[in-house]
């Protein structure tokens, strides 16, 4: 990439970089075969953007992506989804639309078409966008989203991508305090909750102190909200949910119940990996005493 285009992309406006951004995936993606796996072509862009903060003194991340193989760039993929679940355990069941084909052994054409994709975003810039601090001022996955769910077949469930203008008016209407509880019953992506966070920077408020609630019907919207919610650095007390809240009033306790079965469950696994890990050392050092180590035949042969 030419200096003037890192250049032009590093000052180009958040919001209208996403929008590229996203219709270049779209784009890529309706070229391939599988253009009915929109959690394919999201789960791509979410993954990149969970990358580390892009280092402009560093080796250039995107053309060692660029440089990977179909099957080495899903391999890519699982180290980053593994990373996310393993430093995020009480994101993983909410995460698991977006993440779980790269562990089902996707077919070759579909990691093609997946590194296909990622080839676009990354020639587009996203790296520049996800992996600076203009990731806090646009909802990529969002605008995404809303891109691969606008054919004709998406129309009858779509959901509408509130622009972050909007979404930016209405956070500095009512700006929460820290400690307190901020509440989406149609969060999508999460676009609203973005710019309440940012907002509160702005104002030297910090949004990990606020407990973030958020429910939508969508799976993809909720998978998508849940790494978004990582990207945006809204902190730990960040409870997602599946529901049509309509329906359901009592959501929000449910989304906090999941929590706490997903984390238990995850310090049961852990303990029991430490326990195999404990029983398999004791089971070293018993075969070393009973063959008598290494050195045994030197020892008697001293004692002789």
Known sequence: MSQSNKQRRTHRDPG?????????????????????????????????????????????????????????FAGTLREIYTALVNARPDLTHLV???????????QPALQRAAKHTADAALHEGQLELTGTDDRYDTDLLGVVLTLLKSDSAGKANAQIYTPTPVADMMARMTLPDEGSSVCDPAVGTGGLLRAVAQAMREHGRDPTTVAWYGADIDDLAIAACAVNSVLWRLGPRTLLCVANTLAEGDWARRAEAQRTEVLQLTKTIRRDKLMISAVRAAQRLTELAVDGGPDDDDHNEDRE
């Open 16 to 72: 209208q970089h996403a929008v590229a951004i996203a219709e270049t995936v779209n784009t890529a993606w309706n070229k391939s075969n599988h253009s009915g796996r929109r959690d394919v072509a999201l789960s791509v862009v979410a993954a990149l953007s969970l990358l580390g903060q892009r280092d402009p003194h560093g080796p250039d991340l995107a053309e060692q992506l660029h440089a990977q193989n179909a099957g080495d």
């Open 96 to 106: 698991y639309p977006l993440m779980h084909w790269v562990f089902d052994e996707p």
